[in-house]
């Protein structure tokens, strides 16, 4: 799974510890670091890896190749790659439900669905007040069962990662019921993202990947119910960073896909990876990767290595934290 790509051909493991590519930005983030651990990369080759999620009971990972009309899957017992879905009806995000099932979001399909323990699908959202949905991004599950996903519309806007379509909904974060029922729950932000919930599933966080003038990513307070209040700014990019999707670990802190957001004269080298940021929103570290860092998730054991969907390929790294359960 190689190609001629100039980022993948400067990585090189680290010959030194500490790894020069974990670059602390705050002291708390020391407690976090593995002072003998580096970032490896597991493979190359995608055209824009998304969506990873780890399955302990295998001893997997699987990573959408979004371009590629592919979810691919990485062994941990034997490093082999190989396809797991093709075509994947260019999936994007991944998680799985409270019973161990797949849940992707298809950007060609413009729907939500399940992977049954026998391989079949089930759609779980397609539309919403009778009207189809943009191109369903991130998703995530809570303890209760229900299901949170994100729905920009990357995937209608061109041939990169579906097909063109008009819009026929705002841009908006959906919630599935417990019971099945499709919700609108936020409809206000430009592009929401990445998702994800802090450890007691208290506080919902949102990535806006249009806001203007700085990427941001959004609290809200979350209720048993799945109401969300008091909507306010938990990091901000600051300058030319750009958020994508991102996981919280056990202590609540945000470890985020980051890179450049376009922005003339930006430093795109520097911002490439993934930055960490407290629960109060302080950046406390920056893992640099030479490609910009779509998304992550935790998984290993323990939950205590971070896997990293980056561009073209996949990079793995253990921490001192575990990601949430």
């Excluded at 699908?121 to 919403?128: E, F, G, P, Q, S």
Aim: net charge negative; charged share 25%.
């Amino acid at each position: 799974m190689n190609v001629p790509d100039s980022a993948n051909a400067r990585f090189e493991p680290s010959s030194r510890y500490p790894d020069p590519r974990i670059e602390v930005l705050d002291d708390r983030f020391l407690k976090l670091r593995l002072f003998s651990a580096s970032v490896e990369r597991l493979a190359t080759g995608l055209r824009w890896a998304e969506g990873p999620v780890w399955f302990g009971d295998g001893r997997y990972l699987l990573v959408s190749d979004i371009p590629n009309n592919r979810i691919v899957r990485w062994d941990e017992a034997s490093g082999a790659v190989s396809d797991f879905r093709a075509p994947s009806n260019n999936g994007n995000g991944n998680f799985r439900d409270r019973q161990g099932r797949l849940l992707t979001c298809e950007h060609l399909t413009r729907r939500v669905t399940r992977t049954e323990y026998d391989g079949s699908i089930t759609v779980l959202a397609d539309r919403y007040d009778g009207k189809r949905l943009n191109s369903p991004n991130d998703i995530v599950c809570t303890r209760d069962g229900s299901v949170w996903f994100t729905d920009p519309s990357f995937g209608i806007s061109g041939y990169w990662e579906g097909e063109p379509a008009q819009a026929e909904l705002p841009h908006a974060v959906y919630r599935i019921g417990a019971d099945g029922k499709l919700q609108q729950a936020i409809t206000d932000l430009q592009a929401p993202n990445g998702l994800a919930f802090s450890p007691d599933e208290k506080i919902l966080y949102v990535v806006e990947s249009r806001a203007v003038p700085h990427r941001r990513i959004w609290a809200y307070d979350h209720a048993a119910d799945g109401k969300l209040s008091n909507k306010r700014v938990a990091a901000d990019a600051n300058g030319p960073g750009a958020f994508d999707g991102f996981r919280v670990d056990v202590e609540g802190n945000l470890w985020c896909g980051f890179g450049s957001n376009g922005s003339a004269g930006a430093d795109l080298e520097a911002l490439d990876g993934v930055r960490v940021f407290a629960p109060d929103g302080s950046a406390i570290a920056h893992i640099h990767l030479p490609e910009r860092c779509a998304n992550v998730c935790f998984g290993g054991r323990h939950r205590n290595r971070l896997f990293m969907a980056a561009s073209h390929s996949i990079y793995a790294l253990y921490v001192n934290t575990q990601g949430c359960a």
